[in-house]
């Protein structure tokens, strides 16, 4: 549209031309007035355009659709050839009846007798076509055909079941408030608005600026660009008189400067049905458009633009993610436990999910399986050359790698070493990576070399490195980790990484041992101790043990790696260079990696482990593949260890914190939570429902008569729950979404059922009100079905739990149906089996207030779903109870009795006695059901 | 939606009569006392072009119209309850090219008749209250869509008597769904409206298995695993009022509310956002006296002409594709006093049929220019 306008638009723009030059300077309201004039038809001249491009769409559209209906026509034509042939079978009656008519038409028409002959072949089919001709209106003579009555459904809405419907509630209005939907399809959380009325106010508010808006905009700019040049020129013409010259220029500056007057504003304002200030905004917005559209042609500060939401930070962007996203009810936004809940960390850290180990196909063209293997092959022809780096490690390494081997091998710890080697490798391998990237992808680490030795010149030179332990042990680490690397290179993969690790671990000691005294007399501890086999290594794990409380593997390996960390210092020199290519790799990754990506990676690692296969694919999908994650991994990794090398070399703890940030951290608590498993299977031996849980809460179960059901809130508790657990002061069990670690002996600990399926009181769950928690329980589980159609399959197992009903939304279909009763009653939809749970009614503990059950009253005017309509028998077919679920306690209602489809389902609301409405009462037993409650008014059935 | 910005005025056209082509009565006929909701010529098959059907009370009447303004009366259903009130109708057919009429109403059930064989093919029980509209797939004449007054829009495929889909749900019409069509090449896409005021495009083109699985089910209908969507693809609110008529017209969208316009407009949506979009309003087709919910306009089987009747008996006929609208006639009668709740138009656009609300059928056939 606005190429359209451009000639007109410059047609226009000679107006003002010749009005700045004849009326001169000092004139210039007039020059305003007839921008505004020119505005008016520029206005003019882009609803013209407008309606060229309606035209245009128009007949674009109709050469479009000529296609379609010429097709459709086809189609139809097909229809009737396809008939045609078959017709001989059977002629339909449609086509029959149709000729017949036409027959008859034709028989008025000429008076002929054909058409009784017809007739009477037609009677067969009882009925003959009638022409209603204009003038003679024959009624009625075609035979209806009756069509059988078919009952019809009671009227109802279709209706989704939704979470958010369940729960919501008058009070939590949702007007002027974003809302998320799920998608069932997609499982994608989208943002709506339910009521249009909203959007379409937003709207008026902040209409977007159009096309054609800023196609004005900018021609009134050029135009003012235009007066401006016109009266500069002007300017210069008059220039015999000064005084004029001035004024001119002034006029013309602040044109320039203020940009588009008052007036102009005004007037455009107007036309647009806008307020002068948004035409303004607009307007300079549209001019700082325009010079950077300029400057992009010449720079490229276009990424500025687009990557803006990359640069902000993960934690930005979770933001509203830890504040509005339900970690109990996994949505956004719950209407249960409402936002802004407080952040409960768990204690224990979850041990990641997936073990690298098991996993050796590469994921993908970019994996760094694949990389590496790669690199590993020609990197073995190459070590044979020999480098004078190598020979100062390889012969301490070579035997480290050995014992190492030994050592781990036989061990039970295999996993824990893989995973340790694992990261080990990719330590090792980074930095070699590091250097090889930046000599280019094709060569490998003896080019790295051939160039080191120019910087070390450099580096000799400024000689930082020796000044700076900092920086000294980051060469050594570098170098050592590097110089492992090659040697072993043929070696298998797992014991030489490991043997990476261990130098990892001891270099941050090993150099402060020379410039530091403190340290080197525990250095000389550990470097006693490695020198031979396994019987000393339980003196380090003893240390260690004491100190942090740790895994022995870690530090077997620091004491093992010692020795060679003192050669180190001889070739501190010669390292420098190795530690120049690390910054340098790791400036790289710095720099290529967003803020927001790292916060991406760092969860990754989190959740995922150390596996940069699933990191990339999950987290990083698009924006990293896998081997710039292994790098950035293991490039990241080694900064941990410098790091804590500088803490080294002033405290000798400093290695702990090595330790406790890196890998081996994660060894520990693997480890731990495998003790804790060990321990739990001793004691399943002698499990019993009794040892479910604390006995305060054991006693409430086995009396449990009158104990309000108070609400759970998560305690926040670090170790084991105390006296000042809020939940124990709660009166309530620790769940899963405490804090504490599981050996909290407020936790309920859940069933062991195996076989009975937890539908009795045998199962602790059971007897305590609850439902069983996969994530609690150990036996309890479903299966998921056969997948056809997203249907889970229907119990195929008979040991899976059956007290996971509310859990699972195991639910009877039910129909809201026109009550016999009174206004809504509910009648299912295929016959219940007795106790099989039929529906939740409500969220949220509220149930504090759980009715007559619990002396206190359901408002179902608030809470519920649609089987809160569900009425009140004295004689009712189910019964309602109160379910702790996952935290919340919920009311789920049960078939008493067998009830077949179609019948209207009922409950007893309990009634007070004095209450109860005339019909609600038992004829026999009006008001001698419980003691009479507190006087309190509403409604009888749902307010007490 | 009185207000347009600068730049973006929908062309609207001139109510001066164009006299490109001339109508007048040729036929008039009083089918009962109920009005009549629907009349609808058969698009789907060549042979029925000149074949229509008509719904009102609990009846559903199919004719022919012959020449010399000449209506023959083919066949007549009655539904057993008298309470019943037909809606809407449409033509289909069976996979093997047996006609079909498939009618809705008040009672929310829809009935499928076997014009072939002038039995029942299949009742559909399934919509929890009245069907306002039925529109059949023209790529696909098994399929037929159904508007209904609970707030839903339904997908049948008439072969199986299956419920395939069913649009309503989260982000669906908060009322009476009013009508619905099937886009004319973009077989995945429906377009909806309602009294919600809102105008919904819903894709259906990830539940398209389902679709080809409707065709090929043996097992019994109702265990078909009938799926919801409840996302549109596209919702605009071009009316501030109920919005009672929806057709594609290409790509663009006509639909009408009870400001005594046809709207043309453009759905833009976006890529990025599924749901959102604008829409930008492109021409309007004045209809004067057309401020009562439930009238809808028609098209001829190429989609140049529209016609709409109004409050006081009269029709206007607009050619939709060119720009400016051109108003090709205004159909008036002196007898024809009462609400027109539908036209049909001949598949050449020279027949133009009124449904009234005093159940009178009036047939209008174009004047040749000697």
């Given at each position: 549209?606005?190429?359209?306008?451009?000639?007109?638009?410059?047609?226009?723009?000679?107006?003002?031309?010749?009005?700045?030059?004849?009326?001169?300077?000092?004139?210039?309201?007039?020059?305003?007035?007839?921008?505004?004039?020119?505005?008016?038809?520029?206005?003019?001249?882009?609803?013209?355009?407008?309606?060229?491009?309606?035209?245009?769409?128009?007949?674009?559209?109709r050469q479009k659709l000529v296609g379609v209906t010429n097709h459709m026509y086809k189609?139809?034509?097909?229809?009737?050839?396809?008939?045609?042939?078959?017709?001989?079978?059977?002629?339909?009656?449609?086509?029959?009846?149709?000729?017949?008519?036409?027959?008859?038409?034709n028989g008025v028409d000429t008076s002929n007798g054909d058409g009784a002959s017809s007739?009477?072949?037609?009677?067969?089919?009882?009925?003959?076509?009638?022409?209603?001709?204009?003038?003679?209106?024959?009624?009625?003579?075609?035979?209806?055909?009756?069509?059988?009555?078919?009952?019809?459904?009671?009227?109802?809405?279709?209706?989704?079941?939704?979470?958010?419907?369940?729960?919501?509630?008058?009070?939590?209005?949702?007007?002027?408030?974003?809302?998320?939907?799920?998608?069932?399809?997609?499982?994608?959380?989208?943002?709506?608005?339910?009521?249009?009325?909203?959007?379409?106010?937003?709207?008026?508010?902040?209409?977007?600026?159009?096309?054609?808006?800023?196609?004005?905009?900018?021609?009134?700019?050029?135009?003012?660009?235009?007066?401006?040049?016109?009266?500069?020129?002007?300017?210069?013409?008059?220039?015999?008189?000064?005084?004029?010259?001035?004024?001119?220029?002034?006029?013309?500056?602040?044109?320039?400067?203020?940009?588009?007057?008052?007036?102009?504003?005004?007037?455009?304002?107007?036309?647009?049905?806008?307020?002068?200030?948004?035409?303004?905004?607009?307007?300079?917005?549209?001019?700082?458009?325009?010079?950077?559209?300029?400057?992009?042609?010449?720079?490229?500060?276009?990424?500025?633009?687009?990557?803006?939401?990359?640069?902000?930070?993960?934690?930005?962007?979770?933001?509203?993610?830890?504040?509005?996203?339900?970690?109990?009810?996994?949505?956004?936004?719950?209407?249960?436990?409402?936002?802004?809940?407080?952040?409960?960390?768990?204690?224990?850290?979850?041990?990641?999910?997936?073990?690298?180990?098991?996993?050796?196909?590469?994921?993908?063209?970019?994996?760094?399986?694949?990389?590496?293997?790669?690199?590993?092959?020609?990197?073995?022809?190459?070590?044979?050359?020999?480098?004078?780096?190598?020979?100062?490690?390889?012969?301490?390494?070579?035997?480290?790698?050995?014992?190492?081997?030994?050592?781990?091998?036989?061990?039970?710890?295999?996993?824990?070493?893989?995973?340790?080697?694992?990261?080990?490798?990719?330590?090792?391998?980074?930095?070699?990576?590091?250097?090889?990237?930046?000599?280019?992808?094709?060569?490998?680490?003896?080019?790295?070399?051939?160039?080191?030795?120019?910087?070390?010149?450099?580096?000799?030179?400024?000689?930082?490195?020796?000044?700076?332990?900092?920086?000294?042990?980051?060469?050594?680490?570098?170098?050592?980790?590097?110089?492992?690397?090659?040697?072993?290179?043929?070696?298998?993969?797992?014991?030489?990484?490991?043997?990476?690790?261990?130098?990892?671990?001891?270099?941050?000691?090993?150099?402060?041992?020379?410039?530091?005294?403190?340290?080197?007399?525990?250095?000389?501890?550990?470097?006693?101790?490695?020198?031979?086999?396994?019987?000393?290594?339980?003196?380090?794990?003893?240390?260690?043990?004491?100190?942090?409380?740790?895994?022995?593997?870690?530090?077997?390996?620091?004491?093992?790696?010692?020795?060679?960390?003192?050669?180190?210092?001889?070739?501190?020199?010669?390292?420098?260079?190795?530690?120049?290519?690390?910054?340098?790799?790791?400036?790289?990754?710095?720099?290529?990696?967003?803020?927001?990506?790292?916060?991406?990676?760092?969860?990754?690692?989190?959740?995922?482990?150390?596996?940069?296969?699933?990191?990339?694919?999950?987290?990083?999908?698009?924006?990293?593949?896998?081997?710039?994650?292994?790098?950035?991994?293991?490039?990241?990794?080694?900064?941990?260890?410098?790091?804590?090398?500088?803490?080294?070399?002033?405290?000798?703890?400093?290695?702990?914190?090595?330790?406790?940030?890196?890998?081996?951290?994660?060894?520990?608590?693997?480890?731990?939570?495998?003790?804790?498993?060990?321990?739990?299977?001793?004691?399943?031996?002698?499990?019993?429902?009794?040892?479910?849980?604390?006995?305060?809460?054991?006693?409430?179960?086995?009396?449990?008569?009158?104990?309000?059901?108070?609400?759970?809130?998560?305690?926040?508790?670090?170790?084991?729950?105390?006296?000042?657990?809020?939940?124990?002061?709660?009166?309530?069990?620790?769940?899963?979404?405490?804090?504490?670690?599981?050996?909290?002996?407020?936790?309920?600990?859940?069933?062991?059922?195996?076989?009975?399926?937890?539908?009795?009181?045998?199962?602790?769950?059971?007897?305590?009100?609850?439902?069983?928690?996969?994530?609690?329980?150990?036996?309890?589980?479903?299966?998921?079905?056969?997948?056809?159609?997203?249907?889970?399959?229907?119990?195929?197992?008979?040991?899976?739990?059956?007290?996971?009903?509310?859990?699972?939304?195991?639910?009877?279909?039910?129909?809201?149906?026109?009550?016999?009763?009174?206004?809504?009653?509910?009648?299912?939809?295929?016959?219940?089996?007795?106790?099989?749970?039929?529906?939740?009614?409500?969220?949220?503990?509220?149930?504090?207030?759980?009715?007559?059950?619990?002396?206190?009253?359901?408002?179902?005017?608030?809470?519920?779903?649609?089987?809160?309509?569900?009425?009140?028998?004295?004689?009712?077919?189910?019964?309602?109870?109160?379910?702790?679920?996952?935290?919340?306690?919920?009311?789920?209602?049960?078939?008493?009795?067998?009830?077949?489809?179609?019948?209207?389902?009922?409950?007893?609301?309990?009634?007070?006695?004095?209450?109860?409405?005339?019909?609600?009462?038992?004829?026999?037993?009006?008001?001698?059901?419980?003691?009479?409650?507190?006087?309190?008014?509403?409604?009888?059935?749902?307010?007490? | 939606?009185?207000?347009?910005?600068?730049?973006?005025?929908?062309?609207?056209?001139?109510?001066?009569?164009?006299?490109?082509?001339?109508?007048?009565?040729?036929?008039?006929?009083?089918?009962?006392?109920?009005?009549?909701?629907?009349?609808?010529?058969?698009?789907?098959?060549?042979?029925?072009?000149?074949?229509?059907?008509?719904?009102?009370?609990n009846r559903v009447t199919v004719y022919q119209c012959l020449e010399g303004g000449v209506?023959?009366?083919?066949?007549?259903?009655?539904?057993?309850?008298?309470?019943?009130?037909?809606?809407?109708?449409?033509?289909?057919?069976?996979?093997?090219?047996?006609?079909?009429?498939?009618?809705?109403?008040?009672?929310?059930?829809?009935?499928?008749?076997?014009?072939?064989?002038?039995?029942?093919?299949?009742?559909?029980?399934?919509?929890?209250?009245?069907?306002?509209?039925?529109?059949?797939?023209?790529?696909?004449?098994?399929?037929?869509?159904?508007?209904?007054?609970?707030?839903?829009?339904?997908?049948?495929?008439?072969?199986?008597?299956?419920?395939?889909?069913?649009?309503?749900?989260?982000?669906?019409?908060?009322?009476?769904?009013?009508?619905?069509?099937?886009?004319?090449?973009?077989?995945?896409?429906?377009?909806?409206?309602?009294?919600?005021?809102?105008?919904?495009?819903?894709?259906?083109?990830?539940?398209?298995?389902?679709?080809?699985?409707?065709?090929?089910?043996?097992?019994?209908?109702?265990?078909?695993?009938?799926?919801?969507?409840?996302?549109?693809?596209?919702?605009?609110?071009?009316?501030?009022?109920?919005?009672?008529?929806?057709?594609?017209?290409?790509?663009?969208?006509?639909?009408?509310?009870?400001?005594?316009?046809?709207?043309?407009?453009?759905?833009?949506?976006?890529?990025?956002?599924?749901?959102?979009?604008?829409?930008?309003?492109?021409?309007?087709?004045?209809?004067?006296?057309?401020?009562?919910?439930?009238?809808?306009?028609?098209?001829?089987?190429?989609?140049?002409?529209?016609?709409?009747?109004?409050?006081?008996?009269?029709?206007?006929?607009?050619?939709?594709?060119?720009?400016?609208?051109?108003?090709?006639?205004?159909?008036?009668?002196?007898?024809?006093?009462?609400?027109?709740?539908?036209?049909?138009?001949?598949?050449?656009?020279?027949?133009?049929?009124?449904?009234?609300?005093?159940?009178?059928?009036?047939?209008?056939?174009?004047?040749?220019?000697?």
């Open positions: 549209m606005a190429s359209k306008g451009s000639p007109s638009a410059s047609a226009n723009r000679s107006d003002p031309l010749q009005d700045a030059s004849t009326t001169g300077p000092q004139e210039a309201s007039a020059l305003l007035k007839e921008i505004l004039t020119v505005i008016d038809s520029i206005k003019k001249q882009v609803s013209a355009n407008r309606a060229v491009s309606i035209k245009d769409k128009m007949e674009e559209n189609l139809s034509t097909d229809r009737r050839i396809g008939r045609t042939n078959d017709t001989d079978r059977s002629v339909d009656l449609l086509t029959k009846r149709q000729k017949d008519a036409l027959d008859m038409h007739s009477s072949q037609e009677d067969a089919h009882a009925s003959t076509a009638v022409l209603l001709g204009s003038n003679v209106p024959v009624k009625n003579a075609v035979r209806p055909i009756k069509l059988s009555e078919v009952k019809r459904l009671p009227p109802y809405t279709t209706w989704i079941f939704l979470d958010r419907n369940q729960r919501m509630t008058e009070d939590q209005s949702v007007v002027g408030r974003r809302r998320i939907y799920y998608d069932q399809t997609g499982g994608e959380a989208l943002i709506c608005s339910d009521s249009e009325e909203e959007v379409i106010e937003d709207e008026e508010e902040k209409r977007d600026f159009l096309e054609s808006e800023d196609y004005i905009l900018r021609l009134v700019h050029n135009l003012w660009v235009y007066c401006f040049l016109s009266l500069m020129s002007n300017a210069f013409a008059f220039n015999h008189d000064f005084v004029m010259k001035r004024k001119c220029i002034s006029i013309s500056m602040t044109i320039k400067e203020v940009g588009l007057s008052d007036e102009v504003l005004e007037s455009l304002a107007q036309c647009f049905s806008r307020s002068p200030s948004e035409v303004k905004a607009r307007y300079d917005n549209l001019i700082k458009e325009e010079k950077a559209v300029e400057g992009a042609k010449h720079g490229d500060n276009e990424d500025v633009l687009q990557n803006s939401f990359l640069d902000k930070d993960l934690d930005a962007a979770l933001d509203s993610f830890d504040n509005l996203f339900c970690r109990r009810c996994l949505v956004f936004d719950c209407r249960l436990h409402g936002c802004s809940q407080d952040l409960v960390f768990p204690a224990e850290k979850q041990p990641s999910l997936f073990h690298t180990d098991e996993e050796t196909i590469p994921c993908g063209p970019h994996c760094y399986r694949s990389v590496l293997k790669l690199q590993k092959s020609t990197r073995v022809s190459s070590s044979m050359n020999g480098d004078f780096e190598e020979k100062s490690a390889p012969s301490s390494g070579g035997a480290q790698i050995s014992s190492r081997k030994k050592s781990s091998g036989p061990s039970a710890r295999k996993r824990v070493k893989s995973c340790q080697s694992e990261s080990a490798s990719s330590n090792a391998k980074n930095i070699s990576e590091s250097s090889d990237s930046e000599n280019g992808p094709g060569h490998d680490t003896t080019s790295t070399h051939q160039s080191s030795p120019r910087k070390i010149k450099l580096a000799g030179k400024s000689g930082i490195s020796k000044r700076n332990s900092k920086r000294v042990a980051e060469h050594v680490l570098a170098c050592m980790q590097k110089r492992q690397k090659k040697m072993v290179a043929s070696d298998d993969c797992d014991s030489f990484v490991s043997g990476g690790l261990c130098l990892g671990d001891m270099k941050p000691k090993s150099h402060p041992c020379k410039e530091n005294e403190d340290t080197s007399t525990s250095l000389h501890k550990n470097a006693k101790s490695p020198a031979s086999g396994r019987s000393r290594r339980k003196e380090p794990l003893v240390q260690d043990s004491q100190k942090l409380g740790q895994a022995p593997d870690g530090s077997s390996n620091e004491m093992i790696t010692d020795p060679p960390a003192t050669s180190s210092d001889d070739n501190s020199r010669k390292e420098e260079f190795v530690d120049e290519n690390v910054c340098k790799q790791e400036l790289i990754d710095n720099k290529s990696w967003k803020a927001i990506e790292k916060g991406l990676f760092e969860k990754g690692v989190q959740i995922f482990g150390r596996n940069s296969c699933l990191v990339a694919r999950n987290l990083l999908n698009g924006m990293k593949t896998c081997w710039e994650v292994f790098q950035y991994m293991n490039c990241s990794e080694s900064n941990l260890f410098c790091q804590a090398g500088d803490g080294a070399n002033s405290l000798v703890e400093g290695y702990s914190k090595v330790d406790l940030i890196g890998t081996i951290g994660n060894n520990e608590v693997r480890r731990r939570s495998r003790f804790l498993r060990r321990r739990g299977r001793v004691r399943r031996l002698k499990y019993t429902w009794k040892s479910a849980a604390y006995h305060s809460i054991r006693k409430r179960i086995t009396e449990r008569k009158d104990q309000p059901c108070r609400q759970y809130n998560p305690c926040g508790c670090k170790t084991a729950c105390g006296k000042q657990c809020a939940c124990l002061l709660n009166g309530t069990c620790c769940e899963k979404y405490c804090g504490c670690p599981k050996s909290c002996k407020n936790r309920f600990r859940g069933c062991h059922c195996a076989k009975s399926q937890c539908r009795s009181r045998q199962c602790p769950c059971f007897a305590a009100d609850r439902e069983c928690d996969p994530d609690v329980c150990r036996n309890c589980w479903v299966s998921c079905g056969d997948g056809t159609f997203g249907v889970p399959s229907q119990r195929g197992d008979n040991y899976e739990c059956r007290n996971m009903k509310l859990l699972l939304k195991q639910q009877q279909r039910l129909m809201l149906v026109m009550s016999s009763h009174i206004l809504l009653g509910f009648s299912l939809l295929s016959d219940a089996q007795t106790a099989s749970h039929l529906k939740v009614l409500l969220g949220r503990s509220d149930v504090s207030g759980w009715g007559a059950f619990l002396k206190f009253v359901l408002d179902a005017y608030r809470k519920g779903d649609k089987l809160k309509f569900a009425n009140h028998s004295p004689d009712p077919n189910c019964y309602a109870k109160v379910i702790m679920v996952a935290g919340d306690h919920r009311v789920g209602i049960f078939a008493k009795e067998r009830i077949c489809a179609g019948e209207e389902l009922f409950y007893d609301y309990r009634y007070e006695p004095d209450r109860a409405p005339a019909w609600a009462r038992k004829p026999e037993t009006s008001g001698s059901k419980k003691e009479d409650g507190a006087p309190s008014s509403g409604r009888a059935k749902k307010l007490a | 939606m009185s207000k347009f910005v600068i730049g973006s005025e929908p062309v609207v056209g001139s109510l001066i009569p164009s006299k490109k082509r001339d109508y007048r009565v040729t036929n008039r006929l009083q089918e009962g006392k109920r009005p009549l909701y629907a009349v609808v010529f058969n698009f789907v098959d060549s042979r029925y072009f000149n074949v229509f059907a008509t719904v009102g009370g209506i023959a009366v083919l066949q007549s259903y009655v539904d057993e309850d008298k309470d019943e009130s037909f809606y809407t109708v449409s033509w289909a057919c069976n996979i093997d090219g047996t006609p079909f009429i498939v009618a809705g109403g008040l009672n929310g059930i829809m009935r499928i008749i076997d014009a072939g064989s002038e039995k029942i093919h299949k009742s559909f029980v399934g919509h929890g209250d009245s069907i306002n509209e039925i529109r059949t797939q023209p790529l696909k004449p098994s399929l037929v869509v159904s508007a209904s007054k609970d707030e839903s829009v339904r997908l049948w495929n008439i072969h199986t008597g299956i419920c395939i889909l069913i649009f309503a749900g989260a982000g669906g019409h908060r009322n009476e769904v009013l009508s619905v069509d099937f886009h004319p090449s973009d077989i995945y896409r429906i377009v909806s409206c309602g009294m919600d005021n809102t105008v919904k495009i819903w894709s259906m083109k990830e539940f398209w298995t389902y679709v080809e699985k409707s065709f090929t089910w043996t097992d019994l209908p109702s265990k078909f695993p009938t799926k919801y969507v409840q996302f549109p693809v596209f919702i605009a609110t071009v009316h501030s009022n109920y919005v009672d008529c929806n057709r594609w017209l290409g790509d663009f969208m006509l639909s009408k509310s009870v400001d005594n316009e046809i709207v043309l407009w453009e759905p833009k949506t976006k890529d990025q956002s599924p749901g959102e979009g604008s829409a930008d309003i492109l021409q309007k087709y004045p209809v004067p006296e057309c401020d009562i919910w439930f009238i809808k306009f028609s098209c001829d089987f190429h989609y140049n002409a529209a016609a709409i009747g109004n409050r006081e008996g009269k029709i206007f006929v607009w050619e939709l594709q060119s720009s400016p609208p051109v108003l090709i006639a205004k159909l008036s009668h002196v007898q024809s006093k009462s609400p027109i709740r539908q036209t049909a138009m001949s598949f050449d656009g020279s027949t133009i049929l009124s449904c009234c609300e005093d159940g009178t059928i009036w047939r209008w056939d174009a004047v040749e220019a000697s």
